[in-house]
T-cell receptor, first 113, second 112 residues
Framework: NAGVTQTPKFRVLKTGQSMTLLCAQDMNHEYMYWYRQDPGMGLRLIHYSVGEGTTAKGEVPDGYNVSRLKKQNFLLGLESAAPSQTSVYFC????????????FGPGTRLTVL | EDQVTQSPEALRLQEGESSSLNCSYTVSGLRGLFWYRQDPGKGPEFLFTLYSAGEEKEKERLKATLTKKESFLHITAPKPEDSATYLCAVQARGDSWGKLQFGAGTQVVVTP
């Protein structure tokens, strides 16, 4: 099993450009999450999904959109990138049990100039 | 509002020098407290889940404990390979979707 994979690993954008980050998991997990990690601030939840076709906002959703068309994939989109979106983005997934563990991908380092 | 605070922010240890990391939390009922390890440039790796006060879990040189207000991660006789950032996260009892609130982490460096 590959676990949770993220594409791309690195990306540099100019302000105003758009891009999509792809998260894929092969563990048949129902729940998936997108986080961003900034120095000194820990991981913050952007959006999450509890099943195919459903998404919900997390703590810091502004400027991002998501889609979950297939159970194994969760896409994070930036329509018009801003320098404040420079960060490391992590995807995670887990089963739907009450206290199941979240398993994380390797991350995408995004720089917006 | 749920809050998780980890201390210290950074810790430098000599190999073999045991120490403890602290995770204090305020949450309206705790469903679970999670510890993760994160190496530079990688995603967090799961270590432990604790559910109720008094619970302890061990893995190699690591031992996690939980009280009603805080959790400790004890590192016994650390080795250089224990160098990493350790993250603590809580899931509130009122949350049904597995959402976690993370602390900022403690960066641990173990020197030979």
């Amino acid at each position: 099993n590959a676990g949770v994979t993220q594409t791309p690993k690195f990306r540099v954008l100019k302000t105003g450009q758009s891009m999509t980050l792809l998260c894929a998991q092969d563990m048949n997990h129902e729940y998936m999450y997108w986080y961003r990690q900034d120095p000194g601030m820990g991981l913050r939840l952007i959006h999450y999904s509890v099943g195919e076709g459903t998404t919900a906002k997390g703590e810091v959703p502004d400027g991002y959109n998501v889609s979950r068309l297939k159970k194994q994939n969760f896409l994070l989109g930036l329509e018009s990138a801003a320098p404040s979106q420079t960060s490391v983005y992590f995807c995670a997934s887990r089963y739907r049990g009450l206290t199941d563990t979240q398993y994380f991908g390797p991350g995408t380092r995004l720089t917006v100039l | 509002e749920d809050q998780v605070t980890q201390s210290p922010e950074a810790l430098r240890l000599q190999e073999g020098e045991s120490s403890s990391l602290n995770c204090s939390y305020t949450v309206s009922g705790l469903r679970g407290l999670f510890w993760y390890r994160q190496d530079p440039g990688k995603g967090p790796e799961f270590l432990f889940t604790l559910y109720s006060a008094g619970e302890e879990k061990e893995k190699e040189r690591l031992k996690a404990t939980l009280t009603k207000k805080e959790s400790f991660l004890h590192i016994t006789a650390p080795k250089p390979e224990d160098s990493a950032t350790y993250l603590c996260a809580v899931q509130a009892r009122g949350d049904s979707w597995g959402k976690l609130q993370f602390g900022a982490g403690t960066q641990v460096v173990v020197t030979p």
